[in-house]
């Protein structure tokens, strides 16, 4: 599978429409939100790039782990912005 996200639209269009989801119905929206977890640092998704299956999975992974998660909002990982297409 593709781990490298497609952009679908720019970061600035990304924050100006912006809603919420959970996180399990965000797969194939494009994210609204820089997802980062810790370790390693590196962002999964950046505004403006779809949402993969692959990613989810890593999220989810990370909260199991208790893992922290930077640029999601919701610091208990249920929910993530998503753009309103």
Same mark, same amino acid.
């Given at each position: 599978?593709? *781990?490298?996200p497609?952009?679908?639209?720019?970061?600035?269009?990304?924050f100006t429409?912006?809603?919420k989801s959970f996180i399990?119905?965000?797969i194939g929206q494009i994210?609204?939100?820089y997802i980062i977890p810790y370790p390693p640092g590196i962002s999964l998704?950046?505004?403006g790039e779809i949402i993969t299956q692959e990613v989810v999975d890593y999220i989810l992974e990370c909260k199991k782990y208790g893992m922290h998660?930077?640029?999601l909002k919701d610091s208990? *990982?249920?929910i993530i912005e998503i753009i309103d297409r």
């Open positions: 599978s593709n *781990l490298i497609e952009k679908i639209i720019s970061p600035r269009q990304a429409a912006i809603k399990k119905r965000s994210s609204g939100e998704t950046s505004p998660v930077s640029g208990s *990982l249920e």
